[in-house]
């Protein structure tokens, strides 16, 4: 039995969609009420008890409100307990790298140290910025206004969310990537610059942006590590996805093409 947690979000989806496809046994994890799904909470242990129970791998994704390890660390907790395997967890590029005196990802390295300290069966997943990033700025291209680049001139190898998800379910299904960290990125380096007007093409409308920096109130890791993709910091592209998943990692366009109804339909 597979548990998937944030499996509301991009990725969570995609990893339900493709474990339904395949007839896999899973559980789907949120805090809602939802038919089928378990109701859980990370500020809740009992709460998380219950979504771990007689579960083998856990797909971790948290999405704090301000950067911290410790919802991944009570799931963690909740596992161990009760006789979990593997964790496959969803982290980010760059996570432990320094820049300018602190330490990019700092809560994703904490979860990922703690993880590792736990005993169980790991796979760590570190993509870049995800192609639907873009789909924040619907409202303002469908308005005609530029939307915020906080990237500035750099460049990062964007990633399609459903190569993130299909790389998870190899990982959660398989031996093979037991113990890895890996780079999951697209296969062409970008400026945000570059992605609008891939974008701008595919929908036959203008996609204009405005340059601008991340504003004060962003938690202070955020911003680092906003300084440090801005800095260069993940200009690089690895062959992580077409080697795992047996053909090539899907573009920036494509995933625009795929999803060109969702910037003409009003959000």
Not at 63 to 73: G, S, Y
Not at 232 to 253: I, K, M, N, S
Request: no cysteine; glycine share 8%.
């Amino acid at each position: 039995m597979i548990l998937v947690t944030g499996a509301t979000g991009t990725i969570g989806s995609h990893v339900v969609r493709l474990l339904t496809e395949r007839g896999l046994p899973f559980r789907a994890m949120s805090r809602r009420e939802r038919a089928g799904w378990v109701r859980a909470d990370f500020d809740d242990p009992a709460s998380l008890a219950r979504a771990v129970a007689d579960v083998d791998t856990v797909f971790l994704l948290t999405v704090p409100p301000a950067p911290t390890a410790d919802h991944d660390i009570a799931l963690v907790a909740a596992a161990r307990a009760a006789g979990v395997r593997k964790i496959v967890k969803l982290s980010a590029i760059g996570s432990g790298e320094r820049f300018d005196g602190k330490t990019v990802g700092a809560w994703h390295l904490a979860a990922e140290e703690a993880i590792e300290a736990s005993g169980l069966v790991w796979t760590m997943l570190r993509p870049p910025s995800f192609a639907s990033n873009f789909l924040w700025f619907r409202a303002l291209i469908q308005a005609g206004q530029p939307i915020p680049n906080l990237a500035g001139d750099s460049r990062q190898a964007i990633v399609d969310p459903r190569d993130v998800a299909a790389f998870a379910v190899a990982a959660m299904t398989g031996h093979a990537h037991d113990g890895q960290r890996y780079d999951l990125t697209g296969p062409e380096l970008l400026t945000f610059a570059e992605q609008a007007a891939i974008l701008e093409g595919v929908l036959e409308r203008p996609v204009r942006i405005t340059d601008t920096h991340a504003p004060d109130r962003l938690p202070a890791g955020v911003s680092t590590g906003i300084g440090w993709a801005r800095a260069g910091g993940a200009a690089y592209v690895t062959d992580h996805v077409p080697q795992v998943l047996g053909r090539p990692a899907g573009t920036f366009e494509r995933w625009a093409r795929d999803h060109r109804e969702a910037f003409e339909a009003m959000p």
